[in-house]
């Protein structure tokens, strides 16, 4: 799929199969093309060239069934701020198709499933910004969606706002949605079951978190044990390549986490101690865009890995 | 569909409410049109002070319905970035639906201020009966749909907040000028009777002054067609602005200028 604005290409060439059920996170620089695909899968702007379903229907020519069973939270506040939670949900269930009275019911019921019931009746503009995005969310779940669309929903909270947004977000999942969303802070990516990093219009990358910070070089495994002299034998007899010369034993691994239990259960020495690094997902970006390390590269990259800078602008 | 028009019409009026001592400043403007303006201007017209105050009663009242119906009609631009109207517009409301509850929204509140101005007739020297204010409340109920087709029909075409406000004084106060609000077209020149003919205010003005003072510039006949057929096309022009969706090429460029 391609998306020209005049003579600007902002996706130069997307191919991408999200899970029914997962969570799914696009990750990427400002201006790599996320709000323009994001748009396009929200039937928001159409396709240029090539063709984009959601839930099946196409984005272009079936944009109200997908309309009917998606839920978007947007970056910008999209909730009328002079007015209650309550009256904001209430017209929303409205808009889609609700009498005012199932309208009602059903904007009780989110209040109430969110925890926002105590503040549902004060005007929007004076909840805290962690209600307010509770708020957003409980907007984009009037129709009940079968998938979730969060756009850099939790930019600019605070530690404990965002933790809760994303606690709420997971239980969604779990519930069987497809959650798909956009984020430049790199740790809310990990909680994704697959993330596709997108860098000027492209696709770079698309795996597990884990897979993707496997192509760093993998993680780093830290032994110690009471016989490191036998277990490093064991290891290299296992076809393992400890580093070698140094007085603790240093594994890389593509796949750390898979292997430190094996190894745990099979090493013929008593293990003291087990430490697993692994690579950042910023780490992960900067290799595959080509672009240094931070320090290096003072460009956005680098910046947005980090919340609180990312946050402000 | 009418549950769509329905929301929009509902969103929209609880915001008016919230909003409601608009409605005393939107008295300002044309009461010192009728009383200040018109005792001045009046005073050195052929027409004298008391005649002009009751001949531009019914121009004010264009003006503050055609002025609450384009400010209505803002709320678009405004939404569409920051405001639940950007969560509308990812819901399954029929695009129609949209443009046609904004219209009749728009109208709705033009409509609230001109009953509001309405009395102040009396104070302008023009003696209300039942037959005229029924008359007049046709007028202006007319006039308040003609004004807010199309306000939403250019509204919908900017998403940049700056903007529009220009576009919309460079069309409305032409409009207003042109229509005869303020002067009596049939003493106008040529020229400018000739354009009052395309001027949909013209016509609409005209309606709520006939009801009113029983003179017709236009036959009311032909005035009603002209509205009627100029509300189905803006109307239209609307619906296929909000059917096209965000994908304008206009749009698409000024989306990135709201991030400031």
């Known amino acids: 799929m391609v998306k020209r604005y005049g003579k600007v290409e902002a996706l130069k060439g997307i191919d991408l199969t999200v899970n029914s059920g997962e969570m799914f996170a696009l990750l990427g620089p400002n201006g790599a093309g996320k709000t323009t695909l994001f748009s396009i899968l929200a039937t928001l702007r159409m396709p240029t ?75 929007a503009r004076t909840l805290s910004g962690g209600q307010r995005r ?41 519930a069987g949605r497809t959650v798909f969303f956009t984020t430049h802070y790199m740790e809310e990516a990990e909680v994704a079951d697959r993330i596709a990093l997108i860098d000027s219009g492209r696709i770079v990358a698309l795996d597990t ?78 290799k595959l865009t080509g672009r240094g390390l931070a320090g290096e590269a003072p460009g956005p990259v680098a910046r947005n890995g980090r919340p609180g800078e990312g946050g402000a602008r | 569909m009418m549950r769509g028009i329905y929301a929009v019409v509902v969103l929209d009026l609880k915001r008016f409410w919230l909003d409601r001592a608009r409605v005393l400043v939107g008295l300002l403007q044309p009461l010192l049109y009728l009383f200040v303006l018109g005792s001045g201007i009046g005073a050195s017209s052929q027409l004298g002070a008391g005649d002009y105050r009751r001949f531009i009663f019914a121009g004010s009242m264009g003006l503050t319905l055609l002025m609450t119906a384009t400010f209505a009609a803002i709320s678009i631009v405004f939404d569409r970035q920051i405001g639940f109207f950007k969560a509308v517009l990812v819901s399954p409301v029929p695009r129609p639906a949209i443009a046609l509850g904004k219209i009749l929204s728009g109208a709705a509140q033009a409509m609230v201020q001109g009953l509001v101005l309405l009395p102040f007739a009396v104070l302008a020297g023009l003696p209300l009966d039942v037959l005229k204010v029924i008359e007049m409340l046709g007028a202006m109920a007319v006039a308040t749909v003609v004004f807010s087709a199309l306000g939403v029909a250019v509204a919908a075409r900017f998403t940049s907040v700056t903007v529009f406000p220009i576009v919309s004084n460079a069309m409305v106060l032409p409009l207003f000028f ?83």
Not at chain 1, 78 to 89: C, T, V
């Open chain 1, 49 to 123: 060239s090539g063709s984009a379903h959601v839930l099946g229907f196409d984005v272009t020519t079936a944009r109200d069934e997908i309309r009917r069973a998606m839920g978007i939270v947007f970056q910008e506040p999209a909730i009328e701020q002079r007015l209650s939670g309550r009256d904001n949900l209430h017209l929303m269930g409205l808009f889609y198709g609700l009498s005012p009275a199932a309208a009602r019911r059903r904007a009780g019921d989110l209040l109430t499933e969110l925890g926002l019931t105590e503040a549902a009746d004060r005007p």
């Open chain 1, 134 to 174: 509770k708020l957003e969310l409980a907007r984009a779940l009037v129709t009940d969606p079968k998938i979730l669309f969060l756009d850099e929903a939790t930019l600019g909270l605070d530690v404990d706002a965002r933790r809760m947004f994303w606690g709420q977000i997971r239980a969604l999942a779990a």
């Open chain 1, 209 to 286: 978190p884990r897979a993707l910070k496997a192509r760093v070089g993998g993680g780093v495994i830290r032994l110690k044990t009471v016989d490191d002299a036998q277990a490093r034998a064991w290891l290299t007899a296992r076809g393992h390549v400890p580093e070698p010369g140094l007085q603790e034993l240093m594994l890389l691994h593509a796949d750390p986490a898979a292997v430190v239990p094996e190894l745990l259960r099979e090493l013929p020495v008593k293990v003291q101690r087990v430490e697993v690094h692994e690579p950042s997902l910023e780490d992960v970006f900067l």
């Open chain 2, 178 to 260: 042109m229509s005869g609000a303020m002067y009596p077209l049939a003493m106008a020149p040529r020229w400018m009777q000739y354009a009052a003919h395309l001027d949909p205010v013209a016509y609409a003005v005209d309606l709520m002054r006939g009801a009113l003072l029983g003179r017709f510039f236009f036959a009311p006949a032909l005035s009603l067609g002209v509205l009627a057929v100029f509300v189905l096309i803006v109307t239209g022009a609307a619906v296929r602005v909000f059917n096209r969706g965000e994908d304008d090429s206009a749009l698409g460029a000024s989306k990135f200028n709201w991030r400031r």
